[in-house]
Antibody
């Protein structure tokens, strides 16, 4: 069965970077876009971008240009998102989600990133 | 960016009764291929969002037929008939017509 297993919670300092992961299993990793979505505490959902692991192509929400960098490792079926120059506004839960067909059909469990000194 | 406006912010429903949630788009979500690119998700407490309805009115696999979606090019409705306690959570609409992909602000469903 399809599973997306995300890495554990992160506590990071302002100005630093963090890299979170999303390990896929149960399907051909290189055949589906992997999307990333942000959810701030008590707030709604915000789309960050996607990566196509088959060729590394990416598409970003302009709002996250320079903030988020998406990569993928085909050998381990793992997608990554690096967030840089962290501020309190980056404190959120981050989800990875596979796009199957026309929309997101499988989601990771989410990773909480807390930015605090 | 396409703005999706949901209403109400929250709704409290007695089990067995029905509930409706509205989602209004700032732009037509009808694509050139004749597909209405509007989706509904439910995020249960402490969980990831799960797909309920795709392309405005199609029930996702495994979703009870108590859920239904309808609408036009810019105005959409999610209806839940005979609400059950397991339906609590936050409902989001989302559009896949154009980038950036966007979500409505969510509607919280509670049980009376």
């Amino acid at each position: 069965q399809v599973q997306l297993q995300q890495s554990g919670a992160e506590l990071v300092k302002p100005g630093s970077s963090v890299k979170i992961s999303c390990k896929a299993s149960g399907y051909t990793f290189t055949s589906y876009d992997m999307h990333w979505i942000k959810q701030q505490p008590g707030n709604g959902l915000e789309w960050i971008g996607w990566i196509y692991p088959g060729n590394g192509n990416t598409k970003y929400n302009q709002k996250f240009n320079g903030k988020a960098t998406l990569t993928a490792d085909k050998s381990s079926s793992t997608a990554y998102m690096q967030l840089s120059s962290l501020t309190s506004e980056d404190s959120a839960v981050y989800f990875c989600a596979r796009r199957g067909g026309t929309t997101w059909d499988y989601w990771g469990q989410g990773v909480m990133v807390t930015v605090s000194s | 960016d396409i703005v999706l406006t949901q209403a109400p912010l929250s709704v409290s429903v007695t089990p067995g009764e029905s509930a409706s949630i509205s989602c209004r788009s700032s732009k037509s979500l009808l694509s050139s291929k004749g597909i209405t690119s509007l989706y509904w998700y439910l995020q249960k407490p402490g969980k990831s969002p799960q797909l309920l309805i795709y392309r405005m009115s199609n029930l996702a696999s495994g979703v009870p037929d108590r859920f239904s979606g309808s609408g036009s090019e810019t105005d959409f409705t999610l209806k839940i008939s005979k609400v059950e306690t397991e339906d609590v959570g936050v409902y989001y609409c989302a559009q896949f017509l154009e980038y950036p992909l966007t979500f409505g602000s969510g509607t919280k469903l509670e049980i009376k």
